[in-house]
């Protein structure tokens, strides 16, 4: 999973700008060693929510074109006389961390770019190098309405349960991820969904475990599981 801190990180001087970095006038994007060229701009305009950048990224299919969106603010520093290439093949690809580009977009809440993705046909179920689906990060983050964008999207209630049930490799669904962040309204909607209050996870926890004592959220989590339980 791609760390969020990233997006904005500064630098020192001109010294310090490293080759995979492209800039937005808000901050430095700085991508993964191993992303692939042709996808740096995909990756770096949805972890930045340009969703004009990301169209571009996703329209384009020269595959020498240099007229990156945003290599015209790195030029020569950056980029240097490389061709940019843009989107080929698949859009599930993944481009940073085993990160999809809708795993970005849902790990950084930039609600946009994932309804642009999901048009274009990212896939709901693509999982990262942590075994996560994009479900997985619009909890962890607590981005409700991406959250419920991604289980509304598909119309296919099989798939809404696979999602719901989806582990990753520590055994969290996506509710875990919600209750260990607190994410009172996700979990609401997850639950109302049909997400399970009593799966546990690889170290025995359930979803409510993974939240503070005393807190609304695992309240909610706790009640949920009572009334499973005396079903």
Same mark, same amino acid.
């Given at each position: 999973?791609?760390?969020?801190?990233?997006?904005?990180?500064?630098?020192?001087?001109?010294?310090?700008?490293?080759?995979?970095?492209?800039?937005?006038?808000?901050?430095?994007?700085?991508?993964?060693?191993?992303?692939?060229?042709?996808?740096?701009? &995909?990756?770096? #305009?949805?972890?930045? +929510?340009?969703? %004009?950048?990301?169209? =571009?990224? /996703?329209?384009? $299919? !020269?595959?020498?074109?240099?007229?990156?969106?945003?290599?015209?603010?790195?030029?020569?520093?950056?980029?240097?006389?490389?061709?940019?290439?843009?989107?080929?093949?698949?859009?599930?690809?993944?481009?940073?961390?085993?990160?999809?580009?809708?795993?970005?977009?849902?790990?950084?809440?930039?609600?946009?770019?994932?309804?642009?993705?999901?048009?274009?046909?990212?896939?709901?179920?693509?999982?990262?190098?942590?075994?996560?689906?994009? &479900?997985?990060? #619009?909890?962890?983050? +607590?981005?409700? %309405?991406?959250?419920? =964008?991604? /289980?509304?999207? $598909? !119309?296919?209630?099989?798939?809404?349960?696979?999602?719901?049930?989806?582990?990753?490799?520590?055994?969290?669904?996506?509710?875990?991820?919600?209750?260990?962040?607190?994410?009172?309204?996700?979990?609401?909607?997850?639950?109302?969904?049909?997400?399970?209050?009593?799966?546990?996870?690889?170290?025995?926890?359930?979803?409510?475990?993974?939240?503070?004592?005393?807190?609304?959220?695992?309240?909610?989590?706790?009640?949920?599981?009572?009334?499973?339980?005396?079903?």
């Amino acid at each position: 999973m791609a760390v969020p801190g990233r997006r904005n990180g500064m630098i020192e001087d001109d010294e310090d700008i490293e080759e995979n970095g492209l800039f937005e006038e808000e901050g430095l994007v700085e991508l993964d060693d191993e992303t692939p060229p042709h996808l740096r701009d &995909l990756a770096a #305009a949805t972890q930045l +929510g340009d969703l %004009e950048a990301l169209r =571009l990224a /996703l329209e384009s $299919s !020269n595959s020498t074109d240099t007229s990156s969106p945003y290599k015209s603010k790195v030029e020569d520093e950056v980029l240097g006389s490389r061709p940019t290439d843009n989107l080929t093949g698949s859009i599930d690809e993944p481009v940073e961390d085993g990160d999809t580009a809708l795993h970005l977009a849902c790990l950084y809440g930039h609600l946009p770019c994932v309804q642009l993705l999901l048009e274009r046909g990212a896939s709901l179920e693509a999982k990262d190098e942590d075994g996560a689906i994009p &479900l997985h990060d #619009a909890c962890a983050g +607590g981005f409700i %309405e991406i959250a419920q =964008l991604l /289980l509304n999207f $598909s !119309n296919d209630s099989e798939i809404v349960k696979r999602m719901l049930e989806s582990v990753d490799v520590e055994g969290d669904t996506p509710l875990h991820h919600a209750g260990r962040g607190e994410h009172v309204d996700v979990i609401r909607f997850l639950l109302a969904s049909g997400a399970s209050p009593t799966n546990t996870n690889s170290y025995g926890k359930t979803p409510s475990e993974l939240a503070d004592q005393n807190t609304e959220a695992r309240r909610i989590l706790e009640a949920a599981a009572a009334a499973v339980a005396s079903e």
